[in-house]
């Protein structure tokens, strides 16, 4: 890679940037504000303004035969992603990067029970989030056939890492499920998700799709009694799914009651992947010391 463009420059994106940066490429990234621009300045990376909320502001994007990583999430609210149909317009005729590289999410898979979910089970997505996401890699995946730009697609779980710790659901005392009704979840150290991204644009082609977790499935229970035992803090109380369903709020009440068990084994394969932290307990106790 010699030019990389992020769409969406968060904790991941910057992370993504160190490495291509180490690499050796320019790196050249969205910003919606001079303040997001000043933040990245810092860290080395070249912006330039744009506003996925408004097309009119997406002019001259630097994406002609770059490594687009886009890392930018739906709005709220809908089914479908207005910001990713945004983007695809915005690029003209001739400046089409080599391959764009998307952050999708397994909730499109829908709640999957005890089945293992592997890249080729039928996409089922049940909640808003989970449908937005899946309207936004439909739109790509159609646009990248169009323009002849190749479009690999992570279906990433849950990411946690340093600054990503479930801090304020532990110390807020909210609670979680009982072990014994907590369904399967799946997680992905932050470290772990930028080597991913990277070895995604090396090594995957055009229509490529790879389920991203460490291949351990837990539940949301397990994660945050892990998390409150490294950061030494009171586990959180658990209560019955009837009771969640009275005191959760509905976005947490739709991540506990969805269950899947994937199935990682394309990724550590064709991407040649090694993960760093390969248990929630390494990753958690590494998050903790940084």
């Known amino acids: 890679m010699e030019r990389v463009f992020i769409v969406g420059c968060g904790d991941i994106g910057r992370r993504v940037a160190?490495?291509?940066?180490?690499?050796?490429?320019?790196?050249?990234?969205?910003?919606?504000?001079?303040?997001?621009?000043?933040?990245?300045?810092?860290?080395?990376?070249?912006?330039?303004?744009?506003d996925l909320d408004d097309p009119s502001t997406l002019t001259a994007l630097p994406t002609r035969g770059a490594v687009v990583f886009y890392f930018a999430p739906p709005p709220g609210g809908g089914f479908t992603d207005p910001r990713m149909r945004s983007f695809c317009l915005s690029v003209q005729p001739g400046e089409e990067p080599a391959k764009v590289v998307y952050i999708s999410t397994s909730g499109v898979y829908g709640d999957s029970g005890d089945e293992l979910v592997t890249e080729e089970t039928p996409p089922d997505p049940k909640t808003s989030r989970g449908r937005r996401r899946y309207d936004a890699e439909t739109v790509l995946a159609a646009w990248g056939k169009e323009r002849g730009v190749a479009v690999v697609i992570l279906r990433v779980t849950g990411i946690y890492g340093p600054g990503r710790l479930p801090l304020q659901h532990l110390t807020s005392g909210q609670p979680v499920l009982v072990e014994s009704e907590a369904r399967f979840t799946n997680r992905i150290h932050s470290d772990d998700l930028a080597r991913v991204c990277m070895a995604a644009a090396a090594r995957g082609e055009d229509g490529d799709i790879f389920n991203v977790s460490d291949g351990r499935p837990g539940t949301m229970t397990e994660y945050f009694t892990v998390c409150a035992d490294a950061l030494g803090l009171p586990r959180p109380r658990q209560v019955t799914l009837e009771e969640a369903r009275q005191v959760m709020s509905p976005l947490m009440l739709s991540y506990v009651t969805e269950s899947r068990r994937l199935d990682n084994r394309k990724m550590l394969e064709k991407l040649g992947i090694t993960l760093r932290y390969p248990t929630l307990a390494e990753g958690v106790r590494a998050s903790v010391a940084r």
Do not use: F
């Open 18 to 50: 160190r490495l291509a940066q180490e690499g050796g490429a320019a790196v050249t990234a969205l910003a919606r504000s001079e303040e997001t621009a000043q933040k990245l300045r810092e860290l080395g990376i070249e912006s330039v303004p744009g």
